[in-house]
């Protein structure tokens, strides 16, 4: 069983929920439905639970008033195996999208604040099924990734304590022995080839046979389209599934990894298709890095909505979208030119992304500088570079000597730590998991 952070999480909101429900969103098969189970096993007395994409008609309880004692007299009748007693029992509402009423009833079961209650969905974030009445005010919020990197080597058997032991190497900035690093790479490497969905992972721990993985991934991936296909607006479901489809071209094929229109079809412009990247955006399906003019706290202040790079939510889907033998190459250490960049760039987005960061990324035509990453830590812009070997960091060196506000820069590459002088932080790509 593979264990996530996000029970963690679950358990602090039960002790400071504070008269709200708990709504948790994140991409279709991230693992929420078995998570929130787990922790309602651990938890509670008894869980009672619905999921309206599988039973429907379940819809039929929040059909009339969502009075508290109305609800749940009419959960007693469905569920007659089930003690329903407040305080003791969790209410998960699964797919909640799939059911408007029930959705607005989070308001009226945080307000009785007898019942713990837990929804989730994969698509809140678009205007399916818009409930008639928002309970803003009456809900916490989490969103769920697939597994990050520290969760992959729970899973692949690491303990905790030797996880600190890396956490220590980050924080004295010293040279990670060789014997470790090399095993670090070799798991990272399987982490990119197999991404974080919890299936695909848990399969490949299972078998340890890539055939196997890249079966699960793509039939993930025809699920994603299958979403689009279901979901979105008449006019939306082709170019949405064509700008997903393109995703893996524009990151790995190309040098310049901005989303360009250009690959989706010949003589594409954003008038037509920028609508279809705001839909996948809304539904979890990616998520954008955007270009900022200048480097410097607040980023939002001097970011572009016109010059982004799109990534998959989810390294799995990535993969999934090119022939089998990028994962051989991946494992096998032999990748090179912009797929070997493109790769690396697009795995440091995925744990920065995982870690809760908005992302941006800078260029200067003129000045010839440029930065894969920029995030805010503690009200301070922090540059990022990814390298596929050790070479110079040239601008991140130029931004740190023209911009006084910025302190501290990191370089994620395919070699060990180190720190410099002039204040770039040299660190191996899977530490990208633990800053």
Known sequence: MLKRKITGQLEYWVRHKDRKCLIVRGARQTGKTFAIERFAEERYEEAVEINFKQTPSAAEIFSGDLNVDTMVMALRFRFPEKKI????????????????????SLKFWAVDNRYDVIASGSLLGIDY??????????????????????????????SDESIGVLRGYLETKKEIPVSIHQQMMAHFRS??????????????????DFREVDTVQRNLLQGYQY???????????????????????????????????????????????????????????????????????????????????????????????????LKQ?????????????????????????????????????TTKTELDFIIQVDGKAVPIEVKSSNTRASSLNSILRKEKGITSAYKFVDGNIGAGGDGVITLPLYMAAFI
């Open 191 to 208: 982490y990119i080839a197999t991404g974080g969905m919890p299936e695909v992972v848990q399969r490949y721990f299972d078998t340890k």
């Open 129 to 158: 099924n818009r409930a008639s009445s928002y309970p803003v005010g009456y809900v916490d919020h989490l969103k769920m990734h697939g597994l990050d990197f520290e969760e992959y080597l729970w899973g692949a058997g690491l």
């Open 85 to 104: 007693t407040p305080g003791r029992t969790l209410i998960f509402l699964d797919e909640i999208q799939e059911c408007e009423e029930a959705l607005t």
């Open 329 to 365: 190459h991946i494992v096998e250490n032999t990748l090179s030119g912009n797929t070997k960049g493109g790769l690396y760039e697009c795995a440091i987005a995925d744990a920065l992304y995982k870690k809760g960061y908005s992302l941006y990324f800078y260029k200067n035509d």
């Open 227 to 325: 979403d689009i296909a279901h979901y979105a607006l008449a006019d939306e479901k082709v170019k949405a599934e064509k700008c997903y489809l393109t995703l893996a071209r524009q990151l790995l094929d190309k040098e310049n990894h901005k989303f360009q229109y250009k690959e989706i079809e010949h003589g594409a412009r954003a008038q037509k298709y920028y609508s279809s990247i705001e839909w996948l955006l809304r539904a979890d399906i990616v998520h954008l890095c955007r270009l900022v003019t200048d480097v410097r706290y607040d980023l939002d202040d001097y970011a572009r909505d016109d010059f982004f790079r799109a990534y998959t939510t989810d390294l799995s889907l990535l993969v999934s979208m090119k022939d089998y033998s």
